[in-house]
């Protein structure tokens, strides 16, 4: 199975796992999130697998401008909606590898996954 790298193509951890990816020549498809959209299921299942709390980037642009009371009283089903409505919100990048998914980027991690 081809691994997914989800993400969207200016921001610079995306760009740095991708660079990772073609030097090492691993064949992958990029899907950008915000472009492409996303499924509830795929964000739900990603959850389940990484947590929530590690899928929201509470780093970026996005969620400080989110107003103070949504940042506030955030729980799981707020947060997996308003990461659908604005995939801005989510850690970037997303690697789908098989039954494993990795959230953000680290070269020692993805060597291990990779190895």
């Known amino acids: ?3 997914i790298l989800y993400g969207i193509p200016n921001c610079d951890t ?3 796992a991708r660079r990772w990816l073609a030097d090492r020549g691993v ?3 990029f899907h950008d999130v915000r472009k492409d959209g996303l499924k509830p299921q795929l964000l739900r299942n990603w959850a389940a697998s990484a947590g929530w709390d590690t899928l929201l980037n509470r780093r970026g642009t996005t969620w400080r401008q989110l107003p103070e009371a949504t940042r506030t009283a955030i729980d799981a089903e707020r947060a997996l ?3 659908l409505e604005q995939p801005t919100l989510i850690k970037r990048p997303v690697l789908e590898l098989q ?5 953000g980027f680290s070269a020692d991690r993805y060597q291990s996954l990779f190895s």
Do not use: F, S
């Open 1 to 3: 199975m081809t691994p």
């Open 14 to 16: 995306v760009r740095k």
């Open 27 to 29: 064949d992958y498809r």
């Open 81 to 83: 909606q308003l990461m």
């Open 99 to 103: 039954d494993h998914i990795e959230v």
